[in-house]
């Protein structure tokens, strides 16, 4: 059944709705379906008004054939606002046409409350349409062209909007929160926060997808003699060099604009709506900022390449291609940078406090994934639920008091009986999903109106809203399509149980046809947003730890899994040992051949690590081309043979002609450190050492045990941090 589901990709945010062609496809085709329903009413009730049918015909069905033929709009555009404020004009003119048995088409108002949560992105806005809504389908009320049936409909359509657009609100909220945490945990650079290999392959996939005849350009750049003053100066020089680049690139940006680390000193802009003219003033102003950068006194400059689309090509691998090419051409004739004097300093551009990339992380755990089950536990959900049956029971006696015309002998019960199983609801606490009595609370969201319809016969189509609410409880509610299939029958044929016995008239039946479409066609919508966010969910959980590119470890895991060794080497009294390394020559073979040789070496030097620790360790890549390994119960003599597979395994690597070696440094706890960044920092200053043959220079630390490499100082150390750790400082 799935390949016949349109979904959302790996993001759920309000944008990834608006923009997904498979949702927008089922609001042209609701538009067109009522269109075509109008068309065809004249036909079977004869005492219609066919002329204002056929004009109410042409008008909708001329609007879903448009919206079919364009493509989706982004949110909080004129194009959204517009097509917002048609779905509730459309039904209020269909209103008029129906008059005066109006309540016919006001069930395709009902996707007025979910459409302007998704299209619109600042809540009072949404206000302002869902206050334009209720004003505009009252209009027929105000002028006296309905009849009390059609009022009573209104009353129960009118919170029944607003309830569902508050419902999705929040969901769709908590989805864009978990996806910000994803895109930050998976997809995001943790030492810049721009967006990593793995977010540009999805985006500029799903760029490419929406833009349709549209032009759009991709940018490479990367940082010529980043390489040079990162091996002299150090990772913490090259890291600050880094993060301003970041910040600027971010400050060139336009909203839509996404901004790649792919790895290194290697940038890139993905440019929607923008074409090679429009880029290359985007690429000036970022050279120029770039070089007015304090950090690039040093002649740091910047190679630019550019790719657009169509015109360079029209799927991701080609384009990438063509700027890498590009890139490669400029870097060519670019002036090369100046040497780095091992006695350089450089000064870095203030962090604002706004610039640090948030923590993605809550009290240091992960936020829990939107899930169905948390939903369906979820005390304000429950809370929902219960209101909605107090709402329109307390309506549904407004009318029996005011319209005396409507009232039957089964319509007090009805209201009564509502009253009661919301304050069931009210009392208890809200079903897991699976149990009976979930599936007891699903079924009475339909019974409820089922029996509210056989109550008001035959002016059922008056509580028509009701069943506004089927399908995206039974989408919140059951996690099984099948369930929900089953539910969705059940309540099918509950609904439409009066015409099939002849009880209603036959506006009546066709405004209950259109109901239950219209809640078909919610719940569907529904359960597609749902899915992709657990989907979301679970991709957060599997991949928040994992370099998207070679699979291996990536910093994250390496400071929490090097902070939980080292508590439990503390606690045991044992050694272990941090590899760090990273690639000579892989600077080169990017220049000359190209970042898709580059990223196949990295994957390349990725297995041949993990096959040499085979299980006894992690491997990490930090970053670009440097890893590190961590070989927990390891002592410093037992490293040097793992350094010296590592060197023979990695210099037999040849990729494209070009020969690859490495330089590795080693730091043992708790001889050359007692915590994370001690050993990470000893580890960086002996990988420099070995890569350039230098004396390790010093690492001051103050504040921190000294751990020397003599058996008695290193028993020192161990016994003054099991000391410090349990008692706190001696007094």
């Known amino acids: 059944m799935s390949r016949f589901i349109p979904t959302l990709g790996s993001g759920v945010s309000r944008r990834d709705i608006a923009l997904s062609p498979g949702i927008w496809m089922i609001v042209g085709s609701v538009f067109l379906v009522f269109g075509i329903a109008c068309g065809v009413i004249p036909w079977i009730l004869p005492e219609t008004n066919a002329t204002k049918l056929l004009v109410t015909a042409g008008v909708l069905g001329g609007l879903g054939l448009i919206f079919l033929a364009m493509r989706p709009p982004e949110p909080d555009t004129l194009s959204t606002h517009t097509v917002l404020a048609l779905v509730y004009i459309s039904p209020t003119i269909a209103v008029w046409a129906f008059a005066p048995t109006g309540s016919l088409p006001l069930g395709s108002a009902m996707f007025v409350g979910p459409l302007?949560?998704?299209?619109?992105?600042?809540?009072?806005?949404?206000?302002?349409h869902l206050s334009a809504a209720a004003a505009v389908l009252c209009v027929p009320v105000a002028l006296g062209i309905v009849d009390h049936a059609t009022v009573g409909a209104l009353l129960f359509l009118v919170p029944t909007v607003w309830a569902l657009a508050v419902c999705c609100i929040i969901v769709l909220a908590a989805a864009e929160a978990q996806g910000d945490q994803l895109t930050a945990l998976v997809k995001r650079d943790p030492l810049t926060g721009l967006g990593n290999r793995r977010l540009l392959d999805e985006q500029l996939d799903l760029e490419l997808t929406r833009s349709g005849h549209r032009p759009l350009t991709i940018v490479a750049l990367d940082l010529n003699g980043f390489k040079a003053l990162n091996d002299t100066l150090g990772h913490a020089t090259g890291d600050e060099l880094l993060k301003d680049t970041a910040r600027e690139l971010e400050r060139c940006a336009r909203r839509h604009d996404v901004i790649i680390r792919q790895g290194g000193d290697e940038f890139c802009l993905i440019l929607p709506d923008t074409s090679r003219e429009q880029a290359e003033v985007v690429a000036g102003l970022v050279r120029s900022r770039l070089a007015d950068l304090p950090s690039y006194s040093q002649g740091i400059t910047t190679g630019v390449g550019m790719a657009t689309y169509p015109d360079d090509g029209t799927d991701p691998i080609a384009l990438l291609d063509a700027a890498d090419e590009r890139l490669r051409r400029d870097k060519a004739t670019t002036p090369r940078s100046v040497a780095i004097r091992p006695d350089a300093t450089l000064t870095f551009a203030a962090t604002q406090e706004a610039d640090t990339p948030a923590d993605p992380t809550v009290g240091g755990a992960l936020m829990n994934g939107l899930t169905r089950r948390e939903m369906a536990v979820s005390k304000a959900l429950w809370a929902a639920t219960g209101a909605m049956f107090v709402i329109y029971p307390a309506l549904g006696l407004l009318i029996y008091f005011l319209a005396p015309d409507l009232r039957t002998e089964e319509f007090l019960p009805v209201c009564v009986g509502g009253l009661v199983l919301a304050a069931i609801y009210f009392a208890t606490p809200a079903p897991a999903i699976g149990s009976v009595r979930n599936h007891a609370v699903v079924a009475s969201v339909y019974i409820f109106p089922a029996l509210a319809l056989a109550a008001t016969k035959p002016a059922?189509?008056?509580?028509?809203?009701?069943?506004?609410?089927?399908?995206?409880?039974?989408?919140?509610?059951?996690?099984?399509?099948?369930?929900?299939?089953?539910h969705g029958t059940v309540a099918s044929w509950l609904i439409l149980a009066l015409p099939l016995l002849g009880l209603v008239e036959t506006p009546t039946t066709v405004a209950l046809l259109m109901a239950v479409g219209t809640f078909w066609v919610l719940g569907f919508c529904c359960m597609i947003v749902l899915e992709s966010a657990e989907a979301q969910g679970e991709e957060l959980a599997r991949l928040v730890r994992r370099d998207p590119l070679t699979g291996v470890g990536n910093r994250r895991q390496l400071q929490e899994r090097l902070s939980t060794e080292l508590a439990h080497h503390r606690f045991a009294g044992a050694q272990l040992t941090v590899l760090a390394l990273d690639l000579n020559g892989f600077k080169n073979l990017n220049d000359t051949v190209g970042h898709a040789?580059?990223?196949e070496l990295l994957r390349t030097v990725a297995r041949e690590l993990s096959g040499i620790v085979d299980g006894r360790g992690d491997v990490v890549r930090q970053g670009g081309d440097e890893f590190a390994v961590l070989l927990p119960w390891c002592t410093a003599l037992e490293a040097e043979g793992v350094m010296a597979a590592i060197r023979t395994r990695l210099g037999e690597i040849v990729v494209a002609g070009v020969a690859v070696s490495t330089g590795v440094g080693a730091a043992t706890f708790p001889t050359d450190g007692v915590d994370v960044d001690g050993l990470l920092d000893r580890a960086d200053n002996r990988l420099r050492a070995d890569k350039y043959g230098t004396a390790e220079p010093p690492v001051p630390r103050p504040g921190r045990l000294d751990a020397r490499n003599d058996g008695r100082t290193m028993s020192m150390a161990l016994d003054a941090s099991w000391l410090f750790e349990r008692f706190g400082p001696l007094r």
């Open 116 to 128: 302007a949560a998704v299209w619109i992105l600042e809540r009072r806005q949404i206000v302002l």
């Open 460 to 486: 059922g189509a008056m509580t028509i809203a009701l069943a506004g609410w089927i399908g995206p409880v039974a989408a919140v509610r059951l996690t099984s399509r099948w369930h929900m299939i089953a």
């Open 597 to 599: 040789a580059g990223d």
